[in-house]
């Protein structure tokens, strides 16, 4: 028989369970009938509507790899978000580390042409997300030394990036026209077979033809990275202290302004890994618009996952979901696809107000408390 303080505290920790799990799943399911809501009013039939999405983003094997597709690089932007969210850091600039890192494989893959794939692939990522860290090193060193808000000098940086970018794609990195003549177009040369991601139907010829790639596989392992770093080791124990309260961190002997700088450049680095993914495993080429946003829409993965690094991994693929889904819906049910928009809005809307959610549940447990 367990004692009554022994089930207070297993009530008590499935109540954090609860909120903790309750909040996203309750926040995706509000903001499906408010959607719905919205369709209704405009005309439409909601059930059409998401049963299009669905088949658009799960509904055989190509839309199921379209989905995984635009998944991967949310998650690994996802991680960058939650990493700095966790060290009590907001780093909005994800997007300008990704165009580094995007930068940083296309020009990799060219100038180690002609190496095995097994040294290049390595150290094109590895790289890239060095390149990804160095990025964010200076508003890291900023926020430590300054304190300069990370928000606006890591956006000013992603700025910078695109138009850094910008300029190598109509000048050094522009790739030739035919007969060698001055290309025309700001985009990369093709990368070379061996510089590039291999897509599940190359290792596995008997999967129906898709465009997911192996990055997919990459992003998961680095979130049980991030997890393991985050849970086990010094570096992720430091940055949750300083996230949870910087001054107690710094009166137990914890460096705010050196595990700053580690956690946004852990971030950075992060991020870069989204844009070597894409270059690597989707465009196989540089241009100057190969992001769709994937920096900013991390922002509401890493809201949707709690922050938690495991949980990055569905919120990204509900996400790349609604990105793959989105054009489907528009075709078959007739709902324009900025349904998707209003539909993630509403995520990160009932995400934030998770107080209401939080009441909803501990209201529920009086009442089962109550009436047992």
């Known amino acids: 028989m367990s004692t009554p303080e022994e089930i207070t505290a297993q009530r008590a920790r499935w109540m954090t369970v609860a909120q903790k799990a309750g909040t996203p799943l309750m926040s995706v399911l509000l903001a499906m009938i408010v959607g719905s809501l919205i369709v209704l009013a405009s005309g439409g039939d909601p059930v059409a509507a998401f049963s299009s999405l669905w088949e658009g983003a799960f509904g055989n094997a190509y839309q199921t790899g379209e989905t995984i597709m635009r998944s991967t690089p949310l998650i690994f932007t996802g991680l960058a978000i939650a990493y700095g969210f966790r060290a009590g850091l907001f780093n909005i600039g994800a997007e300008g580390q990704l165009f580094m890192g995007g930068l940083a494989a296309a020009w990799l893959g060219i100038v180690l042409a002609g190496l095995p794939w097994f040294v290049i692939l390595p150290v094109m990522l590895v790289l890239s997300a060095v390149a990804g860290a160095l990025w964010a090193f200076i508003p890291a060193l900023l926020k430590a030394k300054v304190g300069a808000h990370e928000v606006i000098t890591t956006m000013m940086f992603s700025f910078i990036a695109r138009y850094f970018v910008s300029y190598m794609l109509n000048g050094p990195l522009k790739a030739p026209g035919p007969g060698g003549t001055p290309g025309t177009i700001p985009i990369s040369a093709v990368l070379p077979p061996q510089s590039t991601l291999p897509k599940f139907t190359d290792l ?7 465009n997911a790639h192996v990055g997919f596989l990459v992003a998961i392992g680095v979130a049980v990275v991030v997890w393991l770093l985050l849970k086990y080791t010094t570096v992720g124990y430091e940055a949750r202290a300083v996230g949870f ?16 700088v580690w956690s946004l450049c852990i971030s950075g680095s992060l991020a870069a890994l989204a844009g070597a993914s894409e270059v690597m495993g989707v465009h196989h080429r540089l241009s100057d618009q190969f992001s769709a946003g994937f920096g900013f829409t991390g922002i509401a993965v890493a809201l949707l996952a709690k922050n938690h690094p495991i949980a990055v991994i ?12 989105s054009g489907f819906m528009q075709l078959n049910a007739n709902v324009p696809d ?4 209003i539909v993630q809005a509403l995520v990160i809307f009932f995400v934030a107000a998770e107080s209401i959610i939080t009441w909803f549940i501990k209201r529920r447990q009086k009442e089962a408390t109550r009436n047992a």
């Not at 001054?247 to 137990?252: H, P, V």
């Not at 569905?314 to 889904?325: I, R, S």
């Not at 900025?338 to 928009?341: A, I, N, R, S």
């Open 245 to 260: 309260n910087p001054f107690a961190a710094q009166t137990g002997g914890v460096s705010i302004a050196l595990t700053t």
């Open 338 to 341: 900025k349904l998707v928009d």
């Open 204 to 210: 596995f010829p008997w999967l129906p033809p898709n």
């Open 314 to 325: 569905p919120a990204a693929l509900l996400f790349g979901g609604l990105a793959a889904g």
